[in-house]
């Protein structure tokens, strides 16, 4: 099993920062891609950023957020800038990993982390 773990998250008041974090472990053969996607309440599951071979971005948060990933670590970063209430949402980490040389690779997921843009 490939287990996925989440930190970083927390209060922050509108146009601060915070910065999320994610670790892959278990028995990883490779990572094909790693991400962010976040639910808020209300609302369906949605894309926030993926880094794969290239990096992809909702358009809602271009410019706000930055994805970045150490191959090496099996980490995946978020950093969030100039963050907005509508950013409020349980962020969930992403990986695409197969654990062996054989077979397929599947989709995994971490618990989440809370993130709340509050005054």
């Known amino acids: 099993q490939v287990q996925l773990v989440e930190s970083g998250g927390g209060l922050v008041q509108p146009g601060g920062s915070l910065r999320l974090s994610c670790a892959a472990s278990?028995?990883?053969?490779?990572?094909?891609?790693m991400g962010w996607y976040r639910r808020a309440p209300g609302k369906q599951r949605e894309l926030v950023a993926t880094s794969g071979g290239n990096t992809n971005y909702a358009d809602s948060v271009k410019g706000r957020f930055t994805i970045s990933r150490d191959n090496v670590k099996n980490t995946v970063h978020l950093q969030m800038n100039s963050l907005k209430p509508e950013d409020t949402a349980v962020y969930y980490c992403?990986?695409?990993?197969?654990?062996?040389?054989?077979?397929?690779?599947?989709?995994?997921w971490g618990q989440g982390t809370q993130v709340t843009v509050s005054s």
């Open positions: 278990g028995i990883i053969s490779s990572i094909n891609s």
């Open positions: 992403n990986a695409e990993a197969r654990r062996s040389l054989v077979g397929g690779p599947r989709v995994y």
